[in-house]
């Protein structure tokens, strides 16, 4: 699962949300660092509803309708499977940042090569 989709998934186990509030939560919870457009947002939506990851409703939200996302079970199991690959794969990067490390001051206490 991309990193888009995991944090859209991720805000949306938060609470339910219309789509710009996604959007916006989605900015918010990554500092910036994830900052998804509503035109690849409500794609993503609409996949994850098709595939029975979510539901939705219309509501009214500060006086206009909205169509409100919810995480139906099934979206919920796929976000806790999604935090656990995730947080394999960080294990890897540390673990790779540390071989890097390592491989490097290695190459500091070398001899430097022949000139």
């Keep these: 699962m991309s990193l888009s989709k995991f944090f859209v998934l991720c805000v949306l186990h938060q609470k339910p949300m219309h789509g710009y509030e996604v959007v916006q939560?989605?900015?918010q919870t990554t500092k910036g660092c994830c900052s998804p457009t509503e035109g690849t947002v409500y794609?993503?939506?609409?996949e994850f509803e098709a595939g029975g990851y979510l539901t939705s409703?219309?509501?009214v939200v500060q006086g206009r309708e909205r169509k409100v996302y919810t995480l139906t079970e099934k979206g919920t199991i796929a976000?806790?499977?999604a935090v656990d690959a995730w947080?394999?794969?960080?294990?890897?990067i540390i673990a790779s940042k540390a071989a890097a490390g390592?491989?490097?001051?290695s190459y500091d206490k070398a001899e430097p090569p022949c000139e």
């Design 43 to 46: 794609p993503m939506l609409n």
């Design 102 to 105: 390592a491989l490097a001051i």
């Design 87 to 92: 947080l394999e794969a960080t294990d890897c």
């Design 25 to 27: 939560a989605v900015e």
């Design 57 to 59: 409703h219309f509501d």
């Design 79 to 81: 976000f806790q499977t």
